[in-house]
């Protein structure tokens, strides 16, 4: 027996495939129509290290062999989660992050400039990269200001682990609107949505 191909099984993917993806899909449509609004999901399966369940949950549901994928460099040395990925989602990798339609980033230290994605264009802004970033944790009602479509007032987030480069890479993206990128953040039970239409202060 190749002891090497059992490291590299993927796990089991959704109880109820059509289901569980339906409601993971609600709750990224929930969070994208909210932004900053934290979305608790339970009852996944569980990820292949170092994806979280929410992330490797979303990528079954929205990724697909139409769906180019790019993974930064601790998700691609995991033979057991790219095994998975390929297995669950039928998905193409690509090593090219502006020939990605869905990218992951493994933590939030470790997302760089939002720009190195590929950000639309005027006539196609749909064609851009969304971006899922792992992070530790958020911080409800205190943090950054954000305001923008779907958010009555000014909503308050902190998120874990994210650093002043983080923020401000945000602030240029929405710059660029209606091109640019949406991101998708989660933790092993969460997601929070900040679109390109998103505004941050502070």
Same mark, same amino acid.
């Given at each position: 027996?190749?002891? @090497?191909?059992?490291?590299?099984?993927? $796990?089991?993917?959704?109880? =109820?495939?059509?289901?569980?993806? @339906?409601?993971?899909?609600?709750?990224?449509?929930?969070?994208?129509? @909210?932004?900053?609004? !934290?979305?608790?999901?339970?009852?996944?399966?569980?990820?292949?290290?170092?994806?979280?369940?929410?992330? *490797?949950?979303?990528?079954? &549901?929205?990724?697909?062999?139409?769906?180019?994928?790019? +993974?930064?460099?601790?998700? #691609? #040395?995991?033979?057991?989660? !790219?095994?998975?990925?390929?297995? @669950?989602?039928?998905?193409?990798?690509?090593?090219?992050?502006?020939? *990605?339609?869905?990218?992951?980033?493994? &933590?939030? +230290?470790?997302?760089?400039?939002?720009? %190195?994605?590929?950000?639309?264009?005027?006539?196609?802004?749909?064609? &851009?990269?969304?971006?899922?970033?792992?992070?530790?944790?958020?911080?409800?009602?205190?943090?950054?200001? $954000? =305001?923008?479509?779907?958010?009555?007032?000014?909503?308050?987030?902190?998120?874990?682990?994210?650093?002043? /480069?983080?923020? &401000?890479?945000?602030? /240029?993206?929405?710059?660029?609107?209606?091109?640019?990128?949406?991101?998708?953040?989660?933790?092993?039970?969460?997601?929070?949505?900040?679109? %390109?239409?998103?505004?941050?202060?502070?």
């Amino acid at each position: 027996m190749d002891v @090497h191909a059992v490291d590299i099984q993927p $796990l089991p993917g959704f109880a =109820s495939p059509v289901h569980d993806s @339906h409601s993971m899909f609600r709750a990224v449509l929930q969070a994208m129509s @909210h932004p900053g609004e !934290v979305i608790s999901v339970d009852g996944l399966p569980d990820a292949p290290a170092p994806l979280n369940k929410v992330t *490797a949950a979303i990528c079954l &549901s929205l990724v697909d062999f139409e769906t180019p994928l790019w +993974t930064d460099g601790e998700i #691609a #040395a995991s033979g057991q989660a !790219v095994s998975h990925l390929r297995f @669950h989602c039928g998905c193409p990798i690509t090593p090219d992050p502006k020939a *990605a339609r869905t990218a992951l980033v493994s &933590s939030v +230290t470790q997302m760089g400039e939002l720009s %190195r994605f590929n950000v639309g264009t005027e006539e196609r802004p749909d064609q &851009s990269t969304t971006v899922v970033i792992q992070v530790n944790g958020f911080g409800i009602g205190k943090g950054r200001r $954000l =305001s923008g479509p779907g958010i009555k007032t000014i909503n308050r987030l902190d998120v874990l682990g994210a650093d002043d /480069a983080f923020w &401000s890479s945000l602030r /240029a993206n929405a710059l660029l609107f209606p091109c640019g990128i949406d991101v998708i953040l989660t933790t092993e039970n969460a997601v929070v949505c900040l679109p %390109r239409t998103v505004q941050v202060e502070g």
